[in-house]
């Protein structure tokens, strides 16, 4: 295999919904170019991109697949990316190291919430979209019905290339309006018969072809004055405007295949090599210190790794992108994330389950390697006097959540060892052993996607696991002010323990100003503040803590014992056992022995004092909030709504987006347990929503009850 520049590399990622059919493409592709003999398929269970048993199992592509097509003397690195919005971490991923997304569209559904998705990414990422209508064989599928909704959603910048003579079984030709040729297939497919266009579809094509020269001349002044100079474009000319439009998104070319019957994919293929963007052709991606770092083979060496695979009999595969200089075969390199050395073995371009041996690879080159010690997805691995660091892939907040625990007690650390490999393959799943709800809880985009990480335990690793609904991170507070006293003597010969610690307890807002005063029963406590504390808590809020104690009742000396006692109080609040937050507490009085006082009498004293104010203070429980963004087709609105109210959601808005309704809501954690899967049941796949934390606030009355008595009935059932 020859050594590609980057002028002769275009890095291209297949998106889009579920079943609009990137796997069977890629397979076209690979064909088509000569890296596999004969196409698989998905029902057949031998493609090239889905190759992991769990997918093989499921029908879905669950992981993005690399592969790379020589074509024309160009190299396209393309990666196929899963369409289920469970695994979007795969689109992101690939997104951030590609420069051009080619969305497909299913011909029967035409835009569907995972097509909106997709575009919403690209959106982000600033990448250039082709549309790919696919499936043009099917029965529903309608062309013409379909364009007029992509141009509704994504406006006038959809510029067909292509449109089909007809759709449905019969479908075999397509009119090309950038060649101004008829493509037609034999029923196999394969190679096209390129002929001059028929009289009865030259009207339609001089019509589309001139939208999609004045679509071309728009992206270059120089272009544009020629076109009106000429009314036209030449082939290389309009190659050239539609490449400019293409990086500054001002043009979507809409292109027409059925990877089914291998029909259109060479044109396909052609186009991709000669006009979308090269490597160099987009923005430079920015180091961790946020220089521009250009993809210059002349530059220092650096490659960044994207993605991890865990194969069978190999072992890790690394897969990177090379954002600076080359890399040959026995490179020492440095690892800038981890500071350990690296020695490259054999590198290789990726074809999926298979790898093609290769001397070297350039700037702006995607291959895979084997066996390296340390490397980690999302690490730099650097050449001699290179400090770069990459870090540009952020991946979507979780939306469903479940505890995990081995069946088998003893299996539990080959679990946990088996997740933290899983998530080096798919980042999305998040890992957290949570020290405050006493469980390991697996984070993820859906039931799907959790469901599949189940089914590899299980089936790759041979560890039973069980999933449980995760316990909800409360927090305990006080609504008003109280006192109390406690006082700790214990006496067993030799030295005895003594302490006696008076406090108040009362709500802390920030920015609240000190006390001066208290009243009791008719008592009154004035206040002199000696010194102050703010406890920053790891788990939200602050506790205060305000030594007023006058006349040498108690030593300075105990006042840290009091607070570490007070703390451990806030780490298990008396209604349910959560963490408590915003508190202050003010030591005002005590007593201590000259012998017995210590710091665990004191200690213990100011725990029980705090325990006995905390409950007379108007305890409250907190739950976590969350900013709920729902996006559901108009027909669905009333039937969401419904749930939502039924969730115990606030409303905070509505508003359309692209052809579909935008729900915003307010909606405590709890009640998003199984919200992915209510969803989906409700709108059949159709909708899709985003998640990120607010704040806490108040469980209702009839809720708190509820919690207090299950944590009751928990904790007799542990006595």
């Given amino acids: 295999m020859k050594v590609y520049q980057t002028n002769e590399i275009k890095n291209i990622a297949l998106i889009g919904s579920a ?28 493609t090239v991109s889905d190759y992991f048993p769990v997918e093989q199992e499921y029908g879905y592509s669950v992981f993005p697949t690399v592969f790379h097509v020589e074509w024309n003397n160009k190299k396209l690195n393309i990666i196929d990316c899963p369409g289920s919005d469970d695994f979007v971490g795969g689109s992101i991923t690939a ?13 029967q559904y035409g835009v569907e919430v995972g097509t909106q998705n997709a575009f919403r990414n690209t959106e982000k990422f600033g990448k250039p979209v082709i549309f790919l209508v696919n499936q043009l064989d099917k029965d529903h599928c309608d062309f013409d019905n379909l364009l007029a909704s992509m141009r509704e959603v994504y406006g006038s910048k959809c510029v067909p290339v292509q449109y089909p003579i007809g759709t449905g079984p019969d479908f075999n030709a397509v009119i090309d309006v950038l060649l101004m040729k008829k493509y037609s297939w034999k029923p196999e497919g394969g190679m096209p018969i390129i002929e ?29 004055e020629k076109f009106f100079e000429a009314d036209s474009l030449t082939e290389d000319e309009m190659r050239e405007g539609i490449r400019k439009g293409l990086v500054t998104r001002s043009i979507f070319p809409v292109f027409c295949v059925c990877a089914g019957k291998d029909m259109g994919v060479r044109r396909l293929m052609e186009f991709l090599g000669n006009v979308v963007p090269f490597v160099d052709d987009m923005p430079k991606v920015k180091n961790t210190k946020g220089e521009d770092v250009a993809p210059n083979v002349e530059g220092p060496e650096s490659l960044y790794f994207f993605k991890t695979g865990m194969e069978p009999h190999i072992g890790e595969v690394s897969y990177f992108k090379v954002m600076s200089g080359k890399v040959k075969a026995g490179d020492d390199l440095t690892n800038a994330n981890r500071g350990s050395k690296e020695r490259m073995g054999q590198i290789y371009a990726c074809a ?18 084997v066996k390296l010690k340390d490397v980690k997805t999302g690490n730099t691995l650097n050449g001699k006097d290179c400090e770069y660091s990459f870090d540009f892939i952020k991946y979507p907040n979780s939306k469903f959540s479940r505890a995990i625990k081995a069946n088998n007690e003893a299996d539990t650390e080959k679990m946990m060892a088996a997740l933290l490999r899983m998530r080096q393959e798919d980042p999305t799943w998040v890992i957290e052993q949570s020290k405050e709800l006493r469980q390991t809880i697996v984070h993820g985009q859906g039931e799907f996607h959790l469901r599949t990480l189940k089914w590899r335990m299980e089936n790759n690793e041979k560890i039973a696991v069980t999933y449980e609904e995760p316990k909800i991170p409360y927090r305990e ?47 009154e406590f004035k206040m002199n503040i000696k010194s102050r504390e703010e406890v920053e808590l790891e788990w939200g809020g602050k506790l205060v803590f305000l030594n007023s104690v006058v006349g040498g009742a108690i030593d300075a000396r105990f006042m840290p014992a009091i607070l570490k006692g007070v703390m451990e109080r806030m780490e298990q609040g008396p209604l349910t ?7 202050r507490v003010i030591v005002y009085d005590g007593k201590m022995h000259p012998v017995d006082s210590n710091e665990l009498s004191f200690m213990l004293a100011a725990r029980n004092a705090f325990s006995i104010a905390f409950r007379e203070a108007g305890p409250k429980i907190l739950e976590p909030i969350y900013d709920l963004e729902v996006l559901v087709p ?18 905070m808005g509505m508003d359309s987006e692209a052809g579909y309704q935008k729900l915003v809501a307010k909606i405590p954690l709890k009640e998003l347990a199984n919200y992915s899967i209510s969803l989906s049941s409700l709108t059949g796949g159709r909708a899709s929503f985003n998640t990120k934390f607010a704040n806490y606030e108040l469980v209702p009355n009839d809720v708190q009850q509820n919690l207090i008595k299950e944590h009751e009935a928990e904790m007799a059932e542990e006595d």
């Fill in 352 to 369: 999926g389950a298979n790898r093609i041996a290769v001397d070297e690879l350039r700037a702006g080159d995607i291959g895979c390697t």
């Fill in 634 to 651: 108009a027909d669905y609105m009333g039937d969401v709504m419904s749930d939502l109210q039924g969730r115990r959601a606030i409303i």
């Fill in 196 to 224: 001059d266009i028929p009289a009865d579809q030259m009207d339609r094509a001089m019509e589309l072809h001139r939208a999609l020269v004045e679509a071309a001349a728009e992206n270059d002044e120089s272009l544009m």
């Fill in 95 to 107: 997104l951030n190291v590609t420069d051009q997304a080619v969305i497909l569209i299913n011909g």
């Fill in 19 to 46: 079943g609009s059919g990137k796997t069977t493409l890629a397979e076209c592709m690979l064909y088509g170019a000569g890296i596999i003999k004969r196409r698989g398929s998905v029902e057949a269970k031998n």
């Fill in 477 to 523: 507070t006080i609504t008003k002010t109280a006192r109390a006293d406690y006082r700790h003597k214990k006496q067993s010969g030799g030295a005895g323990q003594f302490g006696e610690v008076h406090l108040i307890v009362e709500p802390y807002t920030e920015g609240m100003p000190d006390p001066t005063v208290y009243k009791f029963n008719g008592q």
């Fill in 577 to 583: 056992g959560s963490y408590a937050r915003d508190v």
